[in-house]
């Protein structure tokens, strides 16, 4: 009976580190991009075919809905907002973002702060001048 009581004890632990809830992401997140650019595109216009780029732009993140892992939102950057999509891993602290534009991987630092890196092989493909996006960045909720 002991042995009984012990396992169900542990199982019982197992089950509660099992159960714990994603973090809440509801909120507005704000920072600055790290992007490295090959070409122009919708949201960097201006460069040539072939062009490497190095540009930094505020961006906003907006998390309006979530349910469990899965969020959505939109993110502002220069005079454009991009809906998206993202799902918290099992880890419950890292995840993915998707919009029409790329997909971006995501770290949750602490309950404030979240490290991203967005990738893109091209904005536009209709633009031939448009290239691969790579960009790192930390966004901060306040």
Known sequence: MKLLTILLATLGFSMNAFAQQAPNL??????????????????????????VRFLKEKISYKIDKQEGRA????????????PFVGSLSGDLASGALATTQGTTSFKIVDPNKIALCFVTTTINPANKNAGPVADCHEITRK
């Open 26 to 51: 509801i909120g507005t997140w704000n920072g600055e991009t790290n992007d490295a650019v090959i070409g122009e595109g919708r949201i960097y216009p201006g460069g040539t075919s072939g062009q």
């Open 71 to 82: 969020f959505s939102g939109a993110a502002t950057i220069k005079s454009s907002t991009i």
